[in-house]
């Protein structure tokens, strides 16, 4: 899950910076989608995936872990959809969403670890 999301940033990344000439030019011809999502990435959900990856590297990604991160995906999408159309509630409730899966994840890579 980790390794596709970072390969889908990557490639809109890319992307935005071919048509924009490495940002040089903003008025490069670049989807509204591609800065939504990368938005999403670098600003909330970056620290989320760096609980995931304690929880692999600890090796306590088990079954709760992946519903979490089907969740976590499930936040993605709708945070990108909050910036597509710049829906308050819908960031919010994507935020919120963002924050409950991050800290049971860190909960969850530290009480399995107590065993």
Known sequence: MIYVIF??????TIIIHKK????????????AIFWAFTKTIEKDIAPSLLVFG???SLGTFHFFMMLLGMTLIAAIVIL???????????????KFINVTVTILAFLNSFIDSME
Do not use: H
């Not at 924009?20 to 989807?31: A, I, L, Q, S, W």
């Not at 990108?80 to 994507?94: C, E, F, Q």
């Open 80 to 94: 990108t959809l909050g910036y597509l159309k710049s829906a308050a509630n819908l960031i919010r409730v994507g």
């Open 20 to 31: 924009t000439e490495y940002r040089t030019n903003p008025e490069g011809d670049v989807k």
């Open 7 to 12: 390969i889908i940033y990557s490639v809109f």
């Open 54 to 56: 304690l929880a692999i």
